[in-house]
């Protein structure tokens, strides 16, 4: 196994969380699927209304989509794990995981930058105060790549 990349969207309100999934969904193959426990639901069938249903089901849950692959323009990223998680009975937030590996053509400096970017222009569109991405773990803050707006402190070795 390669090195896994997080990125963590955090402490979102519940409809935060759907308006991020809205944004996700469109940069996924159309025909898969996000898996809540037992029930698995075409990305077409969700709506805010089952969004809430399935957030309301437990105290902590995590509604997971394994698709072929996200699609952020320059950079192509295959096989994320993309995990929209509730935990301590009330924080939501979204993590998406990758091996950097299976990023094909572009250096992974390049995969940073894209990722950054990404992150940045959904966190503004959706009000998102908190997010950082790095290796897995990435809520170790040593090595990230960057925590909001700010790079660092954590870069690849060129």
């Given amino acids: 196994m390669g090195q896994i990349i997080e990125i963590i969207f955090e402490d979102l309100e519940a409809d935060g969380q759907y308006k991020i999934f809205e944004e996700i969904r469109h940069l996924i193959p159309r025909n898969s699927f996000l898996n809540a426990d037992e029930d698995a639901f075409k990305l077409n069938q969700i709506t805010p209304e089952l969004m809430l249903s399935l957030q309301s089901r437990n105290e902590n849950y995590s509604l997971t989509i394994d698709p072929k692959f996200l699609d952020l323009d320059s950079v192509l990223i295959r096989f994320p794990r993309i995990s929209f998680v509730k935990y301590d009975g009330s924080k939501l937030d979204i993590n998406i995981n990758f091996e950097i590996e299976l990023v094909k053509s572009i250096s992974k400096s390049q995969v940073i930058q894209s ?6 222009k959904l966190a503004k569109k959706n009000y998102v105060k908190t997010y950082f991405c790095g290796l897995d773990p990435a809520v170790d803050e040593n090595t990230r790549f960057f925590t909001n707006e700010k790079l660092g ?3 690849f070795p060129t």
């Fill in 115 to 120: 990722l950054h970017n990404f992150a940045i």
């Fill in 153 to 155: 402190p954590y870069f």
